[in-house]
């Protein structure tokens, strides 16, 4: 089941806080972030594990609840190179099963 | 570069036809995942493939088919092809299959029906 990302598209001014939201129906294994610029492929940002801790890359960091089976991303002082679309995928606590994607959170920052 | 290779980039072809896409996983990665990316889809799971076997499969029609061969590359066919095919289809891989390895995607390749 495709997880379900809020909001759909924000747009920044450099220096500004966002905060993306995934959200689940399934109980979840595995949360991924990935970040997609256009006409480029999603390349990986983290992996957040059931039972795991809130983790970070560069200003952008995430968090997971799972009983909520909900997942937040986070970033801090936008930049200008954060622009494009963030994606979610979950995987359930079968564990060997794939990964679904969210339809994505278009993000753009402007100077 | 993400080690994952697509090819071609670009295909057109016309409706009713066939057409194979190819997918070449980074080295020492086992499975390989191929993904259809509409604008207001967001990237939806086709079929996964680990060390030659079937894995998962998600929303793949019937009219698609895909495999991975000994050597791990792996193809994606589509046949009668419709309008509403035309999309980027993107290949990942990762070592294990599982979900708790990140996945590596290919520049994907630009399917047009027309």
């Known amino acids: 089941q495709q997880p379900v990302q809020s909001p759909q598209a924000v747009i920044l001014r450099e220096g500004e806080d966002a905060v993306i939201n995934c959200s689940s129906s399934k109980a979840l294994y595995s949360v991924h972030w990935y970040r997609q610029k256009h006409g480029e492929a999603p390349v990986f940002l983290m992996i957040?594990?059931?039972?795991?801790e809130q983790k970070g890359h560069e200003k952008i960091s995430a968090s997971f609840n799972e009983k909520k089976q909900q997942s937040s991303l986070y970033l801090t002082a936008s930049q200008l190179s954060y622009s494009g679309t963030y994606f979610c995928g979950t995987g359930g606590l079968a564990g060997n099963t794939p990964l679904v994607f969210g339809k994505g959170t278009r993000l753009s920052v402007i100077a | 570069d993400s080690g994952v290779t697509q090819t071609p980039k670009h295909l057109i072809t016309a409706t009713g036809q066939r057409v194979t896409l190819r997918c070449s996983p980074r080295s020492g990665d086992l499975s390989v995942y191929w993904y259809q990316q509409s604008l207001d889809q967001g990237l939806q799971f086709l079929i996964q493939y680990y060390n030659g076997e079937e894995r998962a499969k998600g929303n793949i029609l019937e009219r698609f088919s895909a495999q991975q061969f000994p050597d791990l590359h792996s193809e994606l066919n589509l046949s009668s092809l419709e309008l509403g095919d035309s999309a980027l289809y993107f290949c990942a891989s990762s070592v294990r299959g599982t979900v708790n390895e990140k996945l590596f995607f290919g520049s994907g390749t630009q399917l047009s029906v027309l």
């Open positions: 957040l594990l059931k039972g795991g």
